[in-house]
């Protein structure tokens, strides 16, 4: 009877075990097209970022042009 009710409790946790990964499979599916959207929004963002970087070096060579200009007229 013993080993009967061991058997008993190997098998209960393979059956658990396997609806466990079932689901975390599952679940992972879908963390990956919750990650493939956060992806493509912080591409966004990384472009946007990009671009105020770009900006702001043509504004300070800009700033910087003035005053290296205005240094050697001044």
Do not use: M
């Given at each position: 009877?013993?080993?009967?009710?061991?058997?008993?409790?190997?098998?209960?946790r393979q059956v658990?075990?396997?609806?466990?990964?079932?689901?975390?499979?599952?679940?992972?599916?879908?963390?990956?097209?919750?990650?493939?959207?956060?992806?493509?929004?912080?591409?966004?963002?990384?472009?946007?970022?990009?671009?105020?970087?770009?900006?702001?070096?043509?504004?300070?060579?800009?700033?910087?042009?003035?005053?290296?200009?205005?240094?050697?007229?001044?």
């Amino acid at each position: 009877p013993l080993y009967s009710s061991a058997a008993s409790d190997v098998y209960k946790r393979q059956v658990y075990y396997d609806n466990t990964s079932l689901k975390a499979k599952h679940e992972r599916k879908k963390s990956l097209e919750e990650l493939t959207k956060e992806n493509k929004e912080l591409k966004t963002r990384l472009q946007a970022t990009e671009d105020d970087l770009t900006n702001t070096q043509v504004a300070l060579t800009e700033v910087y042009e003035l005053l290296a200009g205005g240094g050697a007229n001044g």
